[in-house]
């Protein structure tokens, strides 16, 4: 095979896997909590601020995952019982104070490290030969990863116990405290595992773009461009949604600049609002 | 605002207006060339937060990107002074200049708010995602404006040369944006807002178009951006691409918020107070900003009356002897022939695999008192939704008065002389009495441009009256609904629908949860509609004693079908009628 | 009767401000079924959601084996030994029979559930499908059956009748005999008054929020229950 379109190939498989990974944890949180945790871009932040630190200090880059996780965690579950869980009946509500806390996120991050853009090393430098075509070996991880995670998840959720009491929660409340599921608590970890999902997001994509205090915000909008494209149902909805947003981001790109493919994902998500008259919950 | 008017206002009104204009336009001596050169800007950041508060406090939607229509009227004030400097073009362009965002905020409310539902986040994502583009698009088109270093040089307004003539412009520009946005809060259509924020469902059911409306007021907000922002390029001769983007969008945000979303002044407050103290502060406090991002953050969860919310009590004590004028009669409804035929043929609604009404076929002929019945789940309130265009079909037609309307949107099909009363009572629980009575009377009556007039808030009709007689508590004009008992809310929501004067009336449950003396008084009610005004009323009833009462003829559904009709007595007697509500060996 | 399993005096409740239930006193004792009669709209299903702690009281108390159930909420009610098979949305349309039936139980085993399936077979035919696309009385079936695998000593049923044929609703009567001998205690809201008759111990019949009448199974004559269930 033409190494040119290997190459290509891969490029698209990348661009899909990051957007999917980083749209994950706000799929969880949103999809199965009806949250929409606007600070969602600035736990990719912090998680990538990990990285940095990590990196800084000399530590192997996999010790950036457990900081993150435990950084991100810890917060998820103070928002999650603080923040949010007063608010569940009012939606409009925990947008507001989710802004405001990516608010306050933002600013922390710029007192701790400053406003000055951080770029981290590639932990792991060189190509890989694939099919004909030298391809990033870093970027092959993270494609790697990001599969691994979304499929592992996915399973996880489709066969455990606690992933179908979850799915029985989610779908009719009531019903589910009547037959005794602690709906409060697998509440807190699901959005734990949402938060904590965005901090690895941040962790992956550290090393591939520069890391400032107001990262998060493309990634808050991308996310959830993705996931009004693509639908909150299923992990093919999030891929299609990835697929769509990323693959329009590029061509039009290439085509004119990077504020052409904004404008024509943009674009994409009024058409795809327009589309869909319930909103996202695309559930019956 | 005639004089008389301004009398029975009474007089701290007009004292409270003219002590705080006098002392913001003699503030500049007082405080010296500095503060005034920031207060002049901070003024302006306070004429656009006042856009956030129409839409937030009011309306009930948030945008986090105003910075697009400030930093838009800022280049394009900007490119004007610059190529027609000192030319008596800048009279028109300028002002131009604050337009075009208003427009454009209209344009893009249009395109976001289209269908039913909640359409919150999305509008804020998308007000973002502009505004982030905004600044890319400025930041990049260099020929034009200037890129990151932006657009410089630019000459300030003509013949107005010190800090103190631009802090009067700006000044100026305030109090008169401010008293235009008091006007709309004050004009049916910031009734209109307030009643959407909470309640859209309702206010939709009283045939107005609520997306239009929340253009609108986004419109409105890109307004008072825009005029901000077309001075600020004379004010500051600098307009860099920092404007577009997200920082400014969200301080404006945050300066609505802490001085208090929901009142007038409460943006206003906010900018100007917490914008000279951080400007002030910033550099002197290390966490200062992380300081104001936790008060935003505790004032959405705990104060959201904010800094004016402080100051409340002093408002009352000053504002005491306000009356309410003399009530103004409203025109009287578009006179509509036809006796409200209403046909319902073969309509099939099925969500996912539930069949909701199943070639569900009806006719209402002539006027008079229907009653729906059926066990639960026959479809009864879902005959309601469908027949008001909440409820699409999948097949079959609803024809009123032969016009087909099962492809109608909500709004119209009310504007035909249909209306509603939910089964829980439903009414604008945050509004007063009185206002809750005027949304009843503009429905079907006001033409869209008479919403910006406040007299309209006076309208009252012979109907009202005759329903204030039977119910003193309607006439309390400024006690709030939610204090209104429940069986009190079922009854204002029956005379809110019942002074839209419609032809079709569509009551579910009317006397639900309410006391006997109480359900004998509604059942007067319907009876007197129905002969003094010649409606039909349809009426969904669990009650057959009620039925026994109200029915000229009974329909029974089951299973999203109708099974029988007839008079009561005839039902009563009908087998398969009495095996439905008793359950069957078969 | 020693200690009743369940009673309840003077319930008082509804939504928000609708008070729907006013005053309503009842008893059950083990092996016994306790069926609330009465037309659509008058609290039956509401008195159900109070006595399994879903709405608050405003008035009057519960009792569970002589224990008041006061500020319980409903999934300690379960765990306290309270099943509920709720009237609307019965089932978890988003998961399939199997995983509805089996949700709470140790494993997705279903043998001890085998002659609940065996008097079903419809169930057996459907483990893999979705819930979602049961019809309405299949999905009560569905209910029911999860409801009383449960096998806990008080069992609240919400019209499981609704929907459902009859020679599945014989099965649901024998199943509730079964239940009966082996010492469950029952109360079931029905207007299905042939399958009331079936399984009723005592009627308790509702009318406008209050008891209208009340009794052991052949007190009350057909007749005077036929009048407050006929409209």
């Known amino acids: 095979m033409e190494p040119v379109l290997v190459a290509q190939a891969l490029n698209a498989l990348f661009g899909i896997a990051t957007l999917a990974i980083l749209a994950l944890g706000l799929a969880v949180v949103l999809g199965l909590l009806g949250v929409l945790n606007l600070a969602h871009g600035e736990l990719v932040m912090i998680g990538a601020y990990c990285a940095y630190v990590a990196q800084a200090n000399g530590w192997p880059y996999l010790a950036a995952v457990p900081l993150a996780i435990g950084v991100c965690g810890v917060l998820g579950y103070a928002v999650e019982r603080w923040l949010v869980r007063p608010l569940y009946q009012r939606p409009f509500d925990t947008l507001v104070v989710t802004w405001g806390l990516s608010l306050l996120l933002r600013k922390c991050a710029e007192a701790m490290f400053g406003l000055g853009y951080k770029s981290l090393n590639e932990p792991i430098g060189g190509t890989v030969e694939v099919l004909g075509a030298a391809y990033p070996s870093y970027r092959l991880v993270l494609i790697a990863v990001s599969v691994v995670v979304l499929g592992g998840l996915f399973l996880w959720y489709a066969r455990s116990r606690t992933g179908t009491r979850i799915k029985a929660m989610v779908g009719n409340p009531e019903l589910a405290r009547a037959l005794g599921i602690p709906v409060t608590r697998y509440a807190s970890a699901t959005f734990v595992v949402g938060t904590c999902l965005a901090g690895l997001g941040g962790v992956l994509i550290a090393p591939l773009v520069p890391v400032q205090p107001f990262m998060g915000l493309d990634h808050i909008l991308m996310s959830f461009f993705v996931l009004v494209v693509g639908g909150l149902g299923s992990i093919g909805g999030l891929l299609t949604g990835s697929a769509l947003i990323g693959g329009a981001n590029s061509v039009i790109s290439a085509l004119s600049d990077s504020t052409g493919g904004y404008f024509s994902v943009l674009a994409l998500a009024i058409l795809f609002l327009w589309l869909r008259p319930r909103g996202i919950h695309a559930r019956s | 605002m005639r004089a008389a008017d301004l009398r029975r206002r009474g007089v701290p009104l007009a004292a409270r207006g003219g002590v705080a204009v006098a002392a913001v336009l003699l503030l500049p001596f007082a405080v010296g060339d500095f503060w005034a050169y920031q207060l002049g800007l901070l003024y302006l950041y306070a004429i656009a937060a006042l856009g956030v508060g129409l839409c937030w406090g009011r309306a009930g939607f948030l945008p986090l990107g105003q910075g697009l229509f400030f930093g838009l009227a800022a280049y394009l004030s900007g490119l004007a002074l610059i190529a027609f400097e000192q030319s008596p073009w800048l009279l028109v362009l300028i002002p131009l200049a604050a337009c075009v965002p208003g427009v454009l905020a209209f344009a893009i409310g249009v395109l976001v708010f289209r269908r039913r539902g909640e359409s919150g986040p999305y509008f804020s994502m998308i007000t973002l995602a502009l505004a982030l583009l905004a600044y890319q698009l400025a930041n990049n088109w260099e020929s034009v404006t200037g890129g990151f270093n932006g657009l410089k040089g630019i000459p300030g307004l003509p013949g107005l040369d010190s800090y103190t003539a631009a802090y009067f412009v700006a000044a100026v520009a305030l109090i008169a944006a401010t008293l235009g946005t008091g006007w709309l809060y004050r004009a049916p259509l910031g009734v209109l807002w307030a009643a959407l924020a909470h309640n859209e469902r309702r206010v939709v059911m009283f045939g107005f178009d609520t997306n239009r409306l929340k253009a609108v007021a986004f419109g409105a907000s890109g307004l008072l951006a825009g005029i901000g922002g077309a001075l600020y390029a004379p004010q500051q001769g600098l307009v860099t691409p920092q404007l577009c983007g997200f920082v400014l969008s969200a301080d404006l945000v945050i300066w609505a918020a802490v001085g208090g979303r929901a009142r007038l002044l409460g943006p206003v407050l906010g900018a100007i107070v917490i914008g000279a103290l951080t400007s002030g502060l910033r550099d002197r406090i290390q966490f200062w900003e992380i300081g104001i991002a936790i008060v935003f953050i505790l004032v959405v969860l705990l104060f959201p009356q904010g800094l004016v919310g402080v100051f409340a009590p002093l408002e009352r004590w000053w504002g005491r002897g306000t009356r309410r004028a003399a009530p103004i009669a409203a025109p009287a409804r578009p006179a509509v022939s036809g006796d409200a035929r209403l046909e319902i043929d073969a309509i099939a609604v099925q969500l996912g695999d539930v069949r909701i009404l199943d070639r569900l076929s009806l006719a209402f002929e002539r006027p008079g008192i229907y009653c729906v019945i059926g066990p639960n789940g026959a479809g009864k309130t879902s005959t309601f939704d469908m027949l008001t265009g909440e409820l699409p079909a999948q097949a079959g037609r609803v024809s009123f008065d032969g016009r087909a309307i099962d492809r109608m949107q909500t709004h119209r099909i009310v504007r035909l002389g249909i209306g509603r009363k939910f089964q829980i009572p439903s009414v604008f629980a945050h509004l007063a009495i009185a206002d809750n009575v005027a949304i009843a009377l503009w429905s079907g009556r006001a033409r869209p441009l008479q919403l910006l007039r406040p007299r309209l808030r006076r309208w009252s009709s012979a109907l009202l009256d005759e329903l204030q007689l039977r119910y003193p508590f309607l006439a309390d004009a400024e006690r709030t609904a939610s204090q209104l008992s429940h069986g009190e809310r079922q009854i204002l929501e029956l005379a809110m629908a019942l002074l839209g004067e419609p032809r079709l009336l569509l009551l579910d449950e009317p006397c639900a949860g309410l006391s006997p003396h109480e359900t004998a008084a509604v059942i007067d009610v319907i009876r007197w509609a129905s002969e003094r005004r010649g409606a039909t009323i349809v009426v969904i009833e669990h009650d057959m004693s009620l039925v026994r009462k109200l029915a000229d003829h009974v329909f029974v559904l089951h299973n999203g079908s109708l099974i029988a009709e007839g008079s009561v007595a005839a039902i009563q007697a009908n087998e398969a009628v009495q095996a439905i509500y008793v359950g069957a060996e078969k | ?231």
Not at chain 3, 136 to 147: D, N, Q, T, V, Y
């Open chain 3, 1 to 231: 009767m020693s200690v009743p399993r369940l009673e309840f005096e003077g319930l008082c409740g509804g939504y928000g401000d609708v008070v729907v239930v006013r005053g309503v006193s009842g008893a059950v004792a083990a092996g016994e079924v306790l069926c609330l009669i009465g037309r659509n709209g008058v609290g039956k299903s509401t008195l159900l959601k109070l006595l399994f702690g879903q709405l608050p009281c405003r008035a009057g108390s519960v009792r569970f084996e002589g224990r008041s159930l006061e500020g319980i909420e409903a999934a300690r009610r379960r765990a306290l030994g309270i099943s509920y098979c709720p009237q609307e949305r019965p089932v978890f349309d988003d998961l399939s029979v199997r995983d509805n039936l089996t949700l709470m139980r140790a494993d997705r085993d279903l043998a001890a559930l085998a002659p609940l399936l065996a008097r079903f077979p419809i169930l057996g035919r459907r483990l893999e499908q979705h819930a979602g696309t049961l019809s309405g009385g299949e999905k009560k079936i569905l209910s029911f059956a999860r409801g009383l695998s449960e096998g806990q000593p008080l069992l609240l049923l919400d019209e499981p009748s609704e929907g459902v044929q009859w020679e599945n609703i014989l099965h649901m009567a024998a199943l509730i005999g079964a239940a009966k001998a082996a010492g469950t205690a029952l109360v079931v809201v029905e207007q299905n008054l042939a399958f009331a008759e079936l399984i009723a111990d005592r009627y308790l019949v509702i009318d406008q929020g209050r008891v209208a009448l009340e009794g052991q199974r052949g007190e009350i004559g057909r007749e005077r229950l036929l009048a407050h269930l006929q409209v």
